[in-house]
């Protein structure tokens, strides 16, 4: 049997004008199109999203993704630090970059 489908919409009433309102599920944050109040729901009066189906992991070591390296994330260089060499303002200049302008004194 399959699950029920989640709601479409969520009524609530506007805090402005107090029409009865469509929310989509999961939309926090909102604005009246009659009055256009802006106003926010907490997220637990929204409904919980649908269950995902877990998937299975193979036992490492085994079958035919044991023979496919795993590829290692390599981490982005830290942007350096450094004063202008006129204003003596704090950069943070990307690693590699050979050469750039000041952007307050544009030196």
């Known amino acids: 049997m399959a699950p029920a489908a989640p709601p479409e919409f969520v009524e609530v009433r506007c805090a402005g004008c107090g029409e009865t309102l469509e929310v989509e599920p999961a939309l926090t944050e ?3 199109p009659d009055c ?5 729901l907490p997220p637990e ?5 649908p269950p995902r189906p877990r998937r299975a992991l193979p036992i490492p070591g085994r079958g035919p993704a044991a023979a496919a390296p795993v590829p290692v994330p390599v981490p982005a260089p830290a942007p350096a630090r450094m004063p202008c060499g006129a204003c003596a303002a704090l950069l943070s200049v990307p690693a590699g970059l050979a ?3 000041c952007p307050l004194c544009s030196v």
């Open 99 to 101: 050469g750039f302008a």
């Open 45 to 49: 009066l929204m409904p919980p999203p």
């Open 30 to 32: 909102f604005a009246c």
């Open 36 to 40: 256009g109040t802006q106003q926010a």
